[in-house]
């Protein structure tokens, strides 16, 4: 994995004149097989390597990066060391981490996932097609699988030094259910797993009733109430995106979180706590170590709605003059970030009949397609899958609604969370939400 070529990079950069060298490797093994209209339609292999390279002198700092093999990889730690020179002081930057120990993280690496073969692969996807064309009405329109074995290296100045390995099992399908030959209504899910133990029959299956339900949808009825029930795929695209945003410490340290004058005050309702956990047993995002070599941890955000903490990386951790939360987030060909992890809404204890009970007139949304300003919260976008409810019953489809309003003030707003969160949007954990102010327009 190039660790011999890391350690004479950072070796060089030293020798130039760098007085901190921070030198990453990341590899990666992807095959991913494509479905379209109702078959496999292609297969791509794809093997990538790479190297990036942060040189700090004084306060100045550069990053450079090349994909390897690299014939003068070497001589990229001198480039690097140029680049430092020439950049502009950072009068906040401190010092690249020390050593620590990585944190215990169970389930992220699978040597039964790493060694599926092409015809295991094939075998999924012809699981998935099947199930997903069981329904009647229903085809498959696109889908894919993806299986990944990714490993990661980092070394610095300092000594410190860190590696993990994962893999990765993800699918999605996107059906489409027909009248008269006709494409109706869609219907889309995916999954991810680190092990090779996903259910692609109840995926397909899923996706496929989910589209047929939607068929015969009807315009949304005036005084359909002020109330929005949004399942974890709309919830977390809507809600939560613009809250991991706002809690990151580069953010609100910067003045531009809507939270930069307000910690530990109440800024959500009193029902909802927040955790950001990068040790989570299985997570898609969890790992021992962060993008820098720091230490994952389980963090708390929000604490029944009051504002707790915030995600740091070394660099904002030590302007604000606490600890890392190991929320450093990049790969090796981009600079270091703030990020969250595995982003976890904890579930309430409400089901999804008693969630529509409370409802009692509304809507259920299923899927949202717009656009979300993850700096200010705004939303605005239509319901691509949504029914109308009425003393807590599904009635019917609607069709495309417009749903708009602010992610901040919808926090507030939320009356009550279902008992069941999973894996959604960019990692984001959640369970289904009630909501009150989001703005409805047929």
Request: charge should be negative.
């Amino acid at each position: 994995m190039y660790t011999d070529l890391a350690e004479k990079v950072l070796k060089k950069a030293e020798r130039a004149g760098a007085d901190e060298v921070e030198v990453v490797v990341e590899s990666a093994r992807d095959t991913e097989i494509v479905m379209k209209r109702g078959g496999i339609h292609s297969e791509k292999d794809c093997r990538t390597a790479a190297m990036g390279i942060r040189v700090i002198i004084g306060k100045k700092h550069s990053f450079t990066s090349c994909n390897l093999p690299f014939q003068n990889a070497e001589n990229l730690a001198e480039h690097a060391v140029f680049l430092a020179r020439e950049t502009v002081e950072d009068a906040f930057w401190e010092h690249l981490p020390y050593r620590c120990s990585p944190a215990e993280v169970e389930g992220i690496y699978s040597q039964k996932l790493a060694e599926l073969s092409y015809e295991g692969l094939f075998e999924l996807a012809r699981t998935l097609l099947d199930s997903a064309s069981s329904i009647k009405d229903v085809d498959m329109e696109e889908g894919h699988i993806k299986h990944s074995v990714e490993a990661f290296f980092i070394i610095n100045s300092h000594g410190l030094s860190g590696r993990y390995e994962t893999t990765t099992l993800e699918a999605d399908v996107l059906c489409a259910a027909k009248r008269s030959g006709q494409a109706e209504c869609m219907a889309y899910d995916y999954v991810s797993s680190r092990s090779p133990d996903c259910d692609f029959t109840a995926l397909g299956e899923k996706v496929a009733r989910s589209a047929r339900a939607s068929m015969g949808a009807r315009k949304l009825q005036s005084g359909a109430g002020g109330k929005v029930l949004l399942l974890p795929d709309p919830a977390s695209e809507v809600l939560f995106t613009p809250l991991a945003a706002a809690v990151s410490a580069e953010a609100y340290l910067r003045d531009r979180s809507p939270f930069s004058q307000e910690m530990g005050d109440e800024v959500a309702s009193d029902i909802l706590t927040v955790t950001d956990d990068g040790t989570l047993p299985g997570g898609c995002e969890s790992k021992p170590i962060d993008g820098e070599g720091s230490a994952t941890y389980n963090t708390v955000i929000i604490e029944k709605g009051y504002l707790s903490g915030l995600l740091h990386s070394e660099y904002t951790a030590n302007i604000a003059g606490c600890s890392s939360t190991g929320n450093a987030v990049r790969t090796a060909t981009s600079d270091v970030n703030v990020g969250p992890t595995n982003f976890i809404v904890q579930k309430g204890g409400v089901s999804l009949p008693e969630l529509l009970e409370e409802l009692g007139e509304g809507l259920m949304v299923e899927r949202f397609s717009g656009s979300v300003d993850a700096t200010t919260g705004l939303f605005s976008g239509v319901c691509k899958q949504a029914h109308y409810v009425r003393k807590g019953e599904i009635i019917h489809p609607v069709k495309e609604v417009t749903l708009s309003g602010d992610a901040f003030q919808a926090l507030k707003t939320i009356r009550l969370l279902g008992d069941s969160a999973v894996p959604e949007y960019q990692g984001i954990i959640t369970p289904s939400c009630l909501v009150e102010g989001i703005e409805m327009k047929r």
